[in-house]
């Protein structure tokens, strides 16, 4: 069974830092792009960044270009997404999710997802 | 980078069909698969319609989808309505700038 556990969460002040973690296990984790999406309080789906199976690749939305870094574990099934420069903004549910493998670019698993919260 | 845009909300009695649209602002809407996504509140979403029109296994054939290039728009089609189908669904595409791209949502009340 596919299982994606996000964890690290928390309060943070504007300015600070976060480091999310997402376990993975159920799955081939090294053969899957992976993804960050986020949730803001009562709102839509808002996609984070991606990474490629190697890390080759990285991609961001422009909302958070230059200050979260994506990267991964593959040793150790895990992805992490590294969050600098909080703004109240940021405040979201953030899911990690898995990119199917057959090319169709979407999200075929999510994890229960972790509350990031940035306020003083 | 292109929106989709959906409905806000929509609702519909049980037993009945209610299409939920998501138009592309710029560009061509074949050029890149459509997916919708059901997310229960509290839950985590999850796919009921990939490659604008394929069911994943264990999602039930009442739901359906399309693409229509005269409106430059997606389609989600809910038939039989059932009231655990009250939920929220957001559809997604890629952009080719690498950028993936989701619809705003559109709450589904079965009333």
């Known amino acids: 069974e596919v299982q994606l556990v996000e964890s690290g969460g928390g309060l943070v002040q504007p300015g600070g830092s976060l480091r999310l973690s997402c376990a993975a296990s159920g799955f081939t984790f090294s053969s899957y792009e992976m993804h960050w999406v986020r949730q803001a309080p009562g709102k839509g789906l808002e996609w984070v960044s991606y990474i490629s199976t190697s890390g080759s690749s990285i991609y961001y939305a422009d909302s958070v270009k230059g200050r979260f870094a994506i990267s991964r574990d593959n040793a150790k099934n895990s992805l992490f997404l590294q969050m600098n420069s909080l703004r109240a903004e940021d405040t979201a549910v953030y899911y990690c999710a898995r990119e199917d493998d057959y090319g169709a670019l979407y999200f075929d698993y999510w994890g229960q997802g972790t509350l990031v919260t940035v306020s003083s | 980078n292109f929106m989709l845009t959906q409905p806000h909300s929509v609702s519909e009695s049980p037993g009945k069909t209610v299409t939920i649209s998501c138009t592309r602002s710029?560009?061509?809407?074949?050029?890149?698969?459509v997916q919708w996504y059901q997310q229960r509140p509290g839950s985590s979403p999850t796919t009921v319609i990939y490659?604008?029109?394929?069911?994943p296994s264990g999602v039930p054939d009442r739901f359906s989808g399309s693409i229509a290039s005269s409106s430059n728009s997606a389609s989600l089609t809910i038939s039989g309505l059932k009231t655990e189908d009250e939920a929220d669904y957001y559809c997604q595409s890629y952009d080719s700038s690498n950028h993936w791209v989701f619809g705003g949502g559109t709450k589904l009340t079965v009333l």
């Open positions: 710029s560009g061509i809407i074949a050029s890149n698969y």
């Open positions: 490659e604008d029109n394929q069911r």
